[in-house]
């Protein structure tokens, strides 16, 4: 069974950095994505990252390109999302999907928003000024 677990949220303040880790568990051989998915009150679902196992191909969607970045650690099996010049906006729960799908990140990432994939139970990361 796949599963993801998500840890590395907290209090920071604005214009501090924080890191994601997503630690996966029950991959097969096939092509695995990790994708970073955010969820605020009073917003929409909102993808940020994805990256894949096998290529290290990834994608960021407009909004965080330049502050975040998803790296990975296959021997660690975790993939990671370094928040940089964090701002009060990036306020929200944070979840780490896992989707199989045979996609480009953009792709997957886009597949996640609408809830497929496996979800992990999400990391809180709060922004204050």
């Known amino acids: 069974e796949v599963q993801v677990v998500e840890s590395g949220g907290g209090l920071v303040q604005a214009g501090g950095s924080l890191r994601l880790s997503c630690t996966y568990s029950?991959?097969?051989?096939?092509?695995?994505?990790i994708g970073w998915l955010r969820q605020a009150p009073g917003k929409e679902r909102e993808g940020v990252s994805c990256?894949?196992?096998?290529?290290?191909?990834?994608y960021y969607v407009d909004s965080v390109k330049g502050g975040f970045t998803i790296s990975k650690d296959n021997a660690k099996s975790t993939v990671y999302l370094q928040m940089n010049n964090l701002e009060h906006e990036d306020t929200a729960g944070y979840y780490c999907v896992a989707d199989r799908k045979s996609m480009t990140a953009a792709q997957a990432l886009a597949v996640m928003r609408l809830g497929f994939g496996t979800w992990g139970q999400g990391t809180q990361v709060t922004v204050y000024s």
């Open positions: 990256i894949k196992l096998s290529d290290e191909t990834t």
């Open positions: 029950g991959l097969t051989f096939d092509d695995y994505l």
